[in-house]
């Protein structure tokens, strides 16, 4: 008896608390349970010493138990491994061995008091990837990660066997979105925020903005040095892509307000022997909104033996513009 009344008061407990974990801090929620996704689908979360610093990554190897081709993604601006949850179990059943790193001042990884710049990035990758003993891999970007993947394969082409860049950062724009974007105060701003990265914004409770708020501001620092760093044009590789030999493919969503498809497009004539794949109906998150088409545009790519020719074409992404909505918090 005394055993059922304290699972009974166990049980009471837990449904007080659970409600106020999920209003207080539903993002971290939403991350947990992400996470608990990702480790049931073969996903391991790991940490490594890099230049002295801890590195937390993401592991993923063929469910076959083959040794898989080594893949390795990088994540943008203000963002963690997690943001390819959506392609992270897909990609390793398609037999690659995938390594996700939070980059340096990101996620899970240790955030020193230095200046962050495109070039620090490059260097960790350069530096994870002979940690966990890769001497060459392919790469793909997204976003500012793009940019990184890029210089990475111009500096160090050794280490480089195809790259993929999707919705990428990296050579000048007219960047017509304003300087605090990534950084939002209030629910306004996280609501203009949401507009720019996807047409279909998410309609978040004030809860949940409010806890979102507080993420972004924990990380303002750092994302305002990155973009401090990025505005000088010293590490644009406008002029330079051109030298890339490595099969690159271009994936881009023809709705991205925030690095619209003429980037990318710029990118496709820089680059002599690249391919374009665009997903109709996807803004920048394309890689997480849209990760199916994304998919279905990289696996067969990266598999491709003899590599793709150069070329474009157009992978239908999302079903009309509609809304999203969160779930909404226990009861």
Same mark, same amino acid.
């Given at each position: ?5 304290? +699972? ?71 963002? #963690? ?6 392609? $992270? ?18 996620? #899970?990884?240790?955030?020193?008091? $230095? ?9 960790? $990758? ?50 017509? &979105?304003?300087?605090?974007? &990534? ?20 309609? *978040? ?16 620092? $750092? ?8 505005? @000088? ?46 997903? @109709?109906?996807?803004?920048? *998150? ?14 067969? &790519? ?5 590599? *793709? ?12 513009? @509609?809304?999203?909505? +969160? ?5």
């Amino acid at each position: 008896m005394k055993i059922v009344l304290r +699972l009974a008061w166990l049980l009471f407990i837990l449904l007080c608390i659970v409600p106020g974990v999920f209003y207080y801090n539903p993002v971290w929620v939403n991350e947990e349970y992400i996470r608990y996704e990702l480790w049931r689908h073969g996903v391991h979360s790991k940490a490594i010493e890099v230049d002295g610093h801890r590195i937390h990554y993401f592991e993923a190897a063929p469910p076959d138990g083959s040794p898989g081709t080594p893949l390795v993604l990088i994540h943008g601006l203000g963002d #963690r491994a997690e943001a390819w949850a959506a392609q $992270i179990p897909a990609l390793a059943a398609a037999g690659f061995h995938v390594y996700v790193p939070d980059l340096l001042g990101y996620g #899970r990884s240790d955030k020193p008091y $230095i200046v962050y710049t495109v070039p620090v990035e490059v260097s960790i $990758i350069y530096d994870f990837m002979r940690a966990v003993g890769l001497q060459h891999a392919d790469v793909a970007g997204w976003s500012m990660g793009g940019w990184i993947a890029a210089k990475l394969t111009l500096d160090h082409p050794e280490l480089v066997d195809r790259l993929v860049l999707e919705d990428s950062a990296g050579i000048r724009f007219n960047a017509k &979105f304003p300087r605090d974007l &990534f950084t939002p105060t209030d629910e306004a701003g996280l609501r203009q925020l949401e507009e720019w990265l996807s047409p279909r914004p998410i309609q *978040m409770p004030h809860y949940v903005a409010r806890a979102a708020i507080r993420r972004l501001q924990r990380q303002a620092h $750092i994302v305002q040095g990155s973009l401090d760093s990025m505005e @000088t044009g010293k590490d644009l590789l406008d002029n330079r892509l051109s030298a890339i030999r490595q099969p690159p493919l271009i994936v881009w969503g023809d709705a991205d307000r925030l690095l619209p498809i003429s980037t990318g497009q710029e990118m496709h004539r820089e680059i002599a022997n690249s391919l374009l794949a665009t997903i @109709t109906g996807c803004g920048h *998150m394309a890689p997480r909104e849209c990760a199916r088409p994304v998919l279905d545009a990289t696996i067969p &790519f990266l598999n491709a033996n003899p590599p *793709m020719p150069r070329g474009e074409e157009t992978l239908p992404g999302t079903t009309p513009v @509609t809304p999203r909505k +969160l779930p909404q918090p226990p009861q």
